[in-house]
């Protein structure tokens, strides 16, 4: 999978600053610290298997210890994070860094998972899939590096994936029909008829094709080509569909000869399962056979320019747009410090934060709330996946002839923040978001900081001194307290007085694809020309010989599979605590080690709201905790949300039953977390989104509105599949048509005419209605995760929480009697009946309460 970013594509597109926020995932159980402990016993200068312990450090935020190793024989860099987590991971990274936009990082990706010397059949990791317990799999390929991680929770199964990992990085057999199936090809049309036209094929040179219809990842693309154009940043890793072609099966073997070999590898472990079984297998099956070489991949730094530069290219038209006019995109970028510089890169990051993050920013307030543009530019904010970090801001959606005015507004926020500096406030805002960070736990952890330490360990940096959060929010702490003009300084110094700064623009042509399609006729002549009568009969034989490999039936009994006897025969029971308040709102309380947080969640039925206002159920989702409450307007709201909690969210929630397709739950969720000691203050702020939401605020409405119409136009290229899945499934299952209303381009469609109303009034005035059927105590059940310790002052809060809130005047019957009721009683209500119209289901066995 190619992302210029490390990759959730988008959804697993993180960039330093992405990784950063990726340590929030769901809930990780910490048991203790004795995997930790046993880590710092390694000592300096200890050999274990070929490999020389070099670094033992403990980072106690993050309850991990680090061990940095490296290999004798090859020089291979190892790190291992012991920590007490059974959700086991190991990666393993390589330096690519192509001088051409041929896609060779990304072909050769996919080809070496095409089978190995000791597991020959195709696909050995989908192959994996049945035959393992893993937790995740996959590959990546960013702009500089090519990624392989997977993780399990099962010691065998661990050493079943690594050894097929192993021996696909290593050892891949490199087939040449593999190649053409992978990258390229030229076909006949119908492969089995000699007569219709040649055309190119290959899954990455369509995946290319079909990357390059999103008109956001052309313009990230064009920004990073341009802001770092001296070496392999200016191409494009993961390939450029009229310049796939010109790579050969010899130019992929030699890119995999130089560029997968352990000399230029850095492995990464990490969970509870022993360092020593890792070492010995890396050793054994893969590094004793070879011998140390000198890569030549390193990245050089770019040459700063002396005076800004300017750019223009062109894309594809949106049909989607809002306004056919307002179709331009521009961007000023500035390339800022080396990623090896890691306080400075972790001050950059916050600082990117404070200029465009959420409406009380500076850049927020200058280029949103300006109605010039529908959102931000692209790649808004800091960037950090490449050798050096760069920051963007811009907007989108804006008039042709608007450039000059937002560039104009870019330059006088600046000067502005620099002569006012910010609000300490909005500065503990952050750091009080760090501290979350680092508190919460996911049960993806491992992947997260694998992702997290990728780009500054892929050009040398130090990656335990990147895991030193805390001590890098102390020293920041501390320049700020000692030069309280520390962040002004930094503008100046980054953005006002910075000659390598790029302006980007970008404009829609309406023949943009129309010429697009003939490059890529005349790249198909020149290559059909160059084919001799009997090249020409060869590819006729390698379509046919292709057909036949892909319906050929594939031995898997070489590849390693777990048995019975492997795995733990028993699951863990998560004890529960189902409840009634006062009001009669069954309430689940799950004690946990949450390490200081408390999760707080609220499902609210949707079963009384009238069929006419659900189509605008995700648009009011979306405005809820954004429009203000009680006394507090938008933006004191969002500084407070910043201030007292780790994110306020709301979602649709829509969850079919397994066994009666025709029965679902329909619903809003409602998710928060925050640390112990304010779990008073995030309580008040949901009683008052939940009694006093504030929607008169016409002018920011319509702002949410246009970004939301935006931000789903813009997912299209790249989900297209995901609408199409929805779309499919609308007619077969009641829970399929919800999904299609609320997730599908039904919605899309919905938001554009929305964002297209000259009077927005209307529908301004369905959202109290909205509000009257959700947010009261009718409908809803909670969930509360907490400590031991912290539930009985959880329990007395939520309590307060659900008495403060509204309850309907009337008591409503529900409008479609064929979705699940869920029991309010908290006792076992036995089996399942279907014979009547409101289906009961035990409220305690429910996974998605």
């Not at 341009?226 to 310049?243: C, E, M, N, Q, R």
């Not at 907007?395 to 042709?400: F, T, Y």
């Not at 499919?728 to 299952?733: F, G, V, W």
């Amino acid at each position: 999978m190619w992302s210029r970013y490390w990759a959730a594509g988008r959804m697993l597109g993180l960039s330093r600053e992405c990784n950063f926020r990726s340590l929030n995932k769901k809930s990780w159980r910490w048991k203790s610290s004795s995997t930790s402990d046993r880590a710092l016993q390694y000592k300096i200068g200890e050999q274990i298997h070929g490999f020389t312990v070099n670094q033992v450090t403990a980072v106690p935020e993050l309850f991990l210890t680090a061990v940095k190793l490296s290999h004798d024989a090859t020089g291979a860099k190892y790190l291992h994070v012991a920590r007490e987590d059974s959700n086991n991971l190991f990666s393993v990274q390589f330096r690519t860094t192509p001088m051409d936009s041929t896609g060779v990082p990304h072909i050769l990706e996919h080809t070496v998972l095409c089978g190995s010397q000791k597991y020959p059949c195709r696909d050995p990791f989908f192959k994996m899939l049945n035959r393992s317990l893993s937790t995740f799999m996959n590959a990546f390929t960013a702009s500089d590096y090519t990624l392989y991680p997977f993780s399990t929770q099962n010691p065998k199964d661990f050493q079943n994936l690594l050894s097929v990992y192993l021996d696909a990085a290593f050892f891949p057999c490199l087939r040449q029909l593999d190649f053409w199936q992978e990258g390229w090809r030229l076909e006949h049309e119908n492969p089995t008829d000699p007569q219709t036209p040649l055309v190119f094929k290959g899954i990455v040179f369509n995946e290319m094709k079909g990357a390059f219809t999103d008109n956001e990842r052309v313009f990230s693309q064009h920004l990073q080509n341009k802001i770092l154009p001296d070496h392999t940043y200016a191409v494009i890793s993961g390939g450029d569909p009229l310049s796939i072609p010109d790579l050969t099966w010899d130019q992929l073997k030699g890119f995999h000869a130089t560029h997968y070999h352990p000399s230029n590898a850095r492995f990464f472990t990490y969970g509870n399962f022993p360092l020593e079984q890792h070492l010995k297998q890396i050793h054994e099956e893969a590094l004793r056979k070879f011998q140390r070489i000198e890569p030549n991949t390193a990245v050089p730094t770019q040459q700063l320019w002396d005076k800004p530069r300017e750019h223009h290219v062109t894309c594809g038209s949106d049909s989607f747009a809002t306004d056919p006019k307002k179709q331009t995109t521009i961007s000023v970028g500035f390339l800022l410090t080396d990623i090896t510089d890691h306080f400075e890169t972790f001050t950059l990051n916050l600082l990117s934060s404070l200029l465009v993050g959420g409406p009380n920013s500076p850049f927020y307030k200058a280029l949103i709330e300006a109605n010039l543009g529908t959102n931000f530019s692209p790649d808004v904010g800091f960037n950090g996946c490449t050798r050096e970090t760069y920051f963007s801001v811009g907007l989108q959606g804006i008039a042709e002839g608007e450039i000059d005015t937002v560039k104009q507004i870019i330059a006088k926020t600046i000067d502005k923040v620099i002569e006012e500096g910010f609000e300490e406030d909005k500065i503990e805002a952050l750091l009080h978001k760090i501290e979350i960070q680092l508190k919460h736990q996911s049960t993806s952890f491992g992947l997260a900081l694998t992702s997290y330490i990728a780009s500054c360990w892929n050009h040398d940096g130090d990656p335990v001194e990147i895991l030193k959060i805390a001590d890098q929010v102390t020293q920041f702490r501390k320049c700020l307290k000692e030069n309280p003009k520390f962040l002004q300084e930094k503008v100046k110094q980054y953005f006002k007085d910075n000659p390598h700064r790029l302006t980007l623009a970008m404009s829609p042509d309406q023949a943009y694809y129309e010429k697009k399609a003939k490059m890529e006729v005349e790249k198909l002549k020149e290559k059909i020309s160059a084919l001799s009568d009997e090249e020409k009969k060869e590819t006729y034989d390698k379509g046919l010989e292709l057909i036949a490999l892909k319906s050929k039936p594939q031995d898997t009994s070489c590849l390693p599979a777990l048995k019975i006897s492997d795995i733990e025969p028993r699951i863990s029971f998560t004890e529960l605590d189902i409840s009634l308040s006062a009001e009669e709102v069954p309430i689940q309380y799950c004690a946990q080690p949450t390490n200081g947080m408390v999760y707080f969640r609220v499902v609210s039925s949707l079963n009384t709201l009238p069929e006419e206002l659900k189509p605008y159920v995700p648009l009011f989702c979306n405005i809820i905790t954004k429009m203000g409450c009680g006394a507090l307007n938008y933006r004191e709201q969002a500084q407070q949300i910043e201030l007292k909690t780790g994110g306020m969210s709301v979602c649709p929630h829509i969850t079919a039953d397994d066994s009666h397709l025709d029965v679902y739950e329909q619903g809003v969720l409602f998710s928060s977390l925050c640390l112990d000691r304010n779990l008073p203050d995030m309580m008040h702020l949901w009683s008052e989104i939940f009694n006093n939401p504030h929607f008169e605020d016409e002018e920011h409405f319509q702002v949410l509105v246009k970004m939301t119409a935006q931000e789903l136009s813009n997912s299209i290229p790249d989900s297209g599949h995901l609408y199409a899945s929805v779309r499919a499934s609308r007619n077969l299952t009641p829970a399929g048509e919800l999904q299609e209303m609320f997730n599908g381009m039904d919605q899309v469609k919905l938001m554009k005419r929305i964002a297209e109303m000259s009077d927005i009034k209307p529908i301004i005035r369905k959202l109290p209605h909205i509000k009257k059927y959700l947010l009261n105590s009718d409908n809803i059940r909670c969930s509360v995760n907490a400590t031991h310790q912290q539930m009985s002052q959880a329990s007395r809060t939520v309590e307060g929480f659900i008495k403060g809130i509204t309850r309907s005047k009337k008591e409503r019957k529900s409008v479609r009697p064929h979705v699940i009721e869920k029991s309010s009683d908290p006792k076992p209500v036995g089996s399942e009946t279907h014979n009547c119209s409101q289906i009961t289901r035990k409220l305690i066995t429910d996974p998605t309460f």
